[in-house]
């Protein structure tokens, strides 16, 4: 029998003034006997008022935050709910007074835009970011490389199902990864390539020297289409440049550039606005290059960062 089905059966013989105490009561049973475990401890049908499971969750996020603030830690409890057309993460996170990345995260969502309907989500008593082990999505394959392994290792356990999940009570996204987090669509900038160089230090094909690699090379065939990664608008389309050859800078919202270098042709210009996809250009070898591939940066907040743990398929 599921939780849900116990606790209605447990307060069915209670008065309506008591069942709010026979709730508490039977869930804090629950908490004491089982492991943290991935089935939640109730579903909640409806996110209303009127709904006394709801009611219950609500109460037990409140505790959980004031317990928070004062330096505390409250048990994490996990609701479940399964979403419905109207819902979406936003939305159930306005309602259920929990942050956006708490719930994107536990439930493996990568935008506030994935439409959820039909979804069975977990819905955590407290605030924080969930990083499986490895991790689930982009969203969280980000947060990873945030985090590193160290504070990963080191975080709350919980088991979801099969899955292992770390939890980092009370983290939050950065504006940035906030940015990503509601922008729209995000699209690898070619259909087909192989990853020839990643990012890091490297050994130069042209120097031989180890140097700092920005970016990532992908190997393409000459001529392949080119596309922007997200919508935005394009800063610099250079031409003939000694290194980076023909060459094209987008900035998108929440401080994220991206970067394309030894292309072929150019087919946008400075100032022109584009969408997630929008052709940009062609595979080429042009600058200093050893074979026809797209040199690809990311920059985030002015810093270059791998462009595998935003884009990562």
Known sequence: MRFSSLLSTFYQFFSSKQKASACKLFILFLLSVLPATAEPIVNISDLSSRNFVFSQYQDEVQLSNKAWALGKKNPLL????????????????????????????????????????????YLPSADGIFIS??????????????????????????????????????????????????????????????????????????????????GIDLAAKKGSVIKSCKSGTIVSAKTGDPVFGNCVEIEHS?????????????????????????????????????????????????????????LKK
Request: charged content about 25%; hydrophobic content about 35%; proline content about 4%.
């Open 78 to 121: 996990l609701f479940g709910y399964k979403a419905k057309k109207t819902d979406s993460i936003i939305s159930v996170a306005a309602r259920c007074s929990i942050r956006q990345e708490t719930l994107a995260t536990v439930n493996a969502i990568d935008s506030a835009d994935q439409d959820i309907t039909e979804k069975q989500l």
């Open 133 to 214: 082990q490895p991790p689930q999505g982009r969203l969280q394959v980000l947060l990873a490389g945030k985090y590193g392994t160290e504070r990963i290792s080191s975080a709350e356990k919980i088991t979801l199902g099969t899955k292992k999940i770390s939890f980092l009570r009370g983290e939050k996204l950065s504006p940035s990864e906030r940015a990503f987090f509601l922008s729209e669509e995000i699209v690898f900038p070619l259909e087909k390539y192989t990853v020839s160089s990643e990012y890091g230090i490297r050994n130069s094909p042209i120097s031989g020297r180890k140097m700092m690699h920005g």
């Open 254 to 310: 929440g401080g994220i550039r991206t970067f394309y270098a030894h292309m072929e042709k150019i087919s946008v210009e400075e100032g022109q606005n584009v969408s997630a996809g929008t052709p940009i250009g062609t595979v080429g070898t042009t600058g200093l290059s050893t074979g026809p591939h797209l040199h690809f940066e990311v920059k985030v907040s002015g810093r270059n960062t791998d462009p595998l743990t935003i």
